[in-house]
């Protein structure tokens, strides 16, 4: 897999984690705090790629969001970082990501919305929902290539504590 594909994957996997993150100021009524496991069998992934399983830790932090990002890439090498900051609509660089940025917001609804661009001109539009069991995220994506094609993906995530 070429780096800008490792690059795009993990990306795929930091929209999904900035969602996951985006806690409320109360903790205690948060249920998004946790680890969650990205679920292989109910997702769908962009044609022509696959989803590598990935663990996030989303831990409480106010209106900000701070999360840990675990995946084991095709070659069996760790992949792992963490993030602390704001959801607040601003573009900021990814950590982690040369060249990407992105801007998660939580909207009213509750609903996460995360856009990410990447160094290459793609654009990926992702909004996140929380099941009403509180214990299964359903992301819904679009990814926009330089050339103008979209492509859908799904990720379902579930709650592991």
Known sequence: MSYLMQARALALGVATVAALGASAANAEQDPSIGTWKLNVAESIAPQGTTFEPYTVIVRPAGPNMDFTYYN??????????????????????????????????????????????????????????????????????????????????????????
């Open 72 to 161: 084991t890439n095709e070659k069996g090498e760790k992949v792992e970082f963490s993030y602390k900051g704001p959801a607040d609509g601003k573009v900021r660089d990814i950590p982690g990501i040369p060249g990407m940025t992105g801007s998660m917001t939580r909207l009213p609804s509750g609903i996460v919305d995360a856009k990410l661009w990447s160094a290459d001109g793609t654009y990926e539009n992702k909004f996140c929902i929380m099941g009403v069991t509180l214990r299964k995220q359903t992301c819904m994506a679009t990814v926009t290539s330089p050339h103008g094609h979209v492509v859908f993906f799904k990720q379902v995530i579930d709650k592991q504590d």
